[in-house]
């Protein structure tokens, strides 16, 4: 029962959220230019909405492989051995925090122009997953992701 639970733990909580406010930063340079670039008036690229990028990520399984940082920092923290999230055992993420049954779970998260955080856990249990999807290069990525089985 409680491998059970901490299976719909983490299916529930690895998820992005949805966001109603929208990020825009320019891209980072490295001094080079063309020559076309050089004679073209400069524009500064929108970062990728992260509404879009949310929605996205949880539908389209070869988008999400795309976007996500293999080895992720974190990983699977059981009692005996932390195992690290690769490509190779990725279960696609599927459910986002505003459909989880707060009722069952808390649920917390914050997001910033360039990061966004949640974490869902069960109180008393010791079962709790914690993520973090980032804005590189004005592209969202999921870097990290931590799940507790204690």
């Known amino acids: 029962m409680r491998r059970l639970l ?14 109603t406010s929208k990020t825009q930063t320019t891209p980072e340079t490295n ?7 050089a004679a073209a008036p400069k524009k500064s690229a929108k970062a990728e909405d992260f509404d879009k990028f949310y929605d996205r990520f949880h539908t389209d399984s070869a988008f999400q492989l795309s976007r996500v940082k293999f080895p992720l920092k ?8 932390t195992t690290p999230y690769t490509r190779q055992n990725w279960q696609m993420m599927r459910t986002r925090i505003y459909d989880i049954d707060k009722s069952q779970y ?3 998260y914050k997001k910033t122009e ?9 109180e008393g249990s010791g079962f709790s997953t914690e993520c973090r999807f980032e804005l590189i290069g004005n592209q969202w990525f999921l ?8």
């Open 31 to 37: 001094g080079k230019t063309s020559a076309t670039e």
């Open 143 to 150: 870097v990290y992701v931590k799940d507790e089985n204690l």
């Open 74 to 81: 974190g990983g699977e923290v059981g009692l005996e051995k």
């Open 114 to 122: 360039t990061t966004f955080t949640q974490r869902v856990w069960v």
């Open 6 to 19: 901490y299976i719909l733990v983490c299916c529930v909580a690895i998820a992005g959220c949805k966001s």
């Open 106 to 108: 808390k649920v917390e």
